[in-house]
């Protein structure tokens, strides 16, 4: 079983819908909850992250965590077509930088 | 301010072949990674660094050697390249002195081994 687990999609949605991703992750010593995103033959660049559990806001974007639940989750509000791209979740432990990843959703949204 | 540079961004090799992928980063950062991107694997830690002259596995080291002899630099080396290396490869820095801190990845080297 894999560390964290995320469904690879593909997501199609249609401008303006709510974009809803998750994963979930079996270690209890993660500590840091981070999305990233990855547009095609890009690298990957951290959208959001959060600490322990709780949700955070940053403009359209809402991640939540739920740490009994082993649960995160990232929403998109009023998506548009420039949010199509690979969503990655990943998290850390608190004393150990290294990331784990999930295998990432592929998200289109269609104008 | 470039950021992390990863070079080349192509390549392709035969079977049994060695290569090394450069990564140089302009940060300052202490921590330096490397991870390999497979199709419905996600992303998956190979080697990883702390500090110039200092490196330790990560979860898919087999087939891979890395050295860090100053902050700027950290090549990965295939020593010999088999099809199972056909991957896209990144690169990431980021500096944990002052807690968690942003992973920074480079634009990726895409390999072929034929």
């Known amino acids: 079983q894999k560390e964290v687990e995320q469904d690879p999609g593909p997501l199609s949605v249609p401008e303006g819908a709510i974009v809803s991703l998750n994963c979930t992750y079996s270690n209890s010593a993660f500590q840091y909850f981070m999305w990233y995103r990855q547009y095609s033959r890009k690298g990957p660049e951290l959208l959001m992250y959060t600490y322990s559990s709780g949700n955070k806001e940053d403009g359209r974007f809402t991640a939540q965590v739920d740490k009994s639940s082993k649960y995160i989750s990232l929403f998109i509000r009023d998506s548009q077509p420039s949010d199509s791209a690979t969503y990655l979740c990943a998290m850390s432990r608190s004393a150990d930088y290294k990331l784990s990843f999930g295998a990432g959703t592929t998200v289109t949204v269609r104008a | ?114």
């Open chain 2, 1 to 114: 301010n470039a950021g992390v540079t990863q070079t080349p961004k192509f390549q392709v090799l035969k079977t049994g072949q060695s290569m090394t992928l450069q990564c140089a980063q302009d940060m300052n950062h202490e921590y330096m990674s490397w991870y390999r991107q497979d199709p419905g694997m996600g992303l998956r830690l190979i080697h990883y660094s702390v500090g110039a002259g200092i490196t330790d596995q990560g979860e898919v080291p087999n087939g891979y050697n890395v050295s860090r002899s100053t902050t700027e630099d950290f090549p990965l080396r295939l020593l010999s390249a088999a099809p199972s290396q056909t991957s896209v490869y990144f690169c990431a820095s980021s500096d944990p002195i002052q807690g968690w801190t942003e992973a920074f990845f480079g634009q990726g080297t895409r390999l072929t081994v034929v």
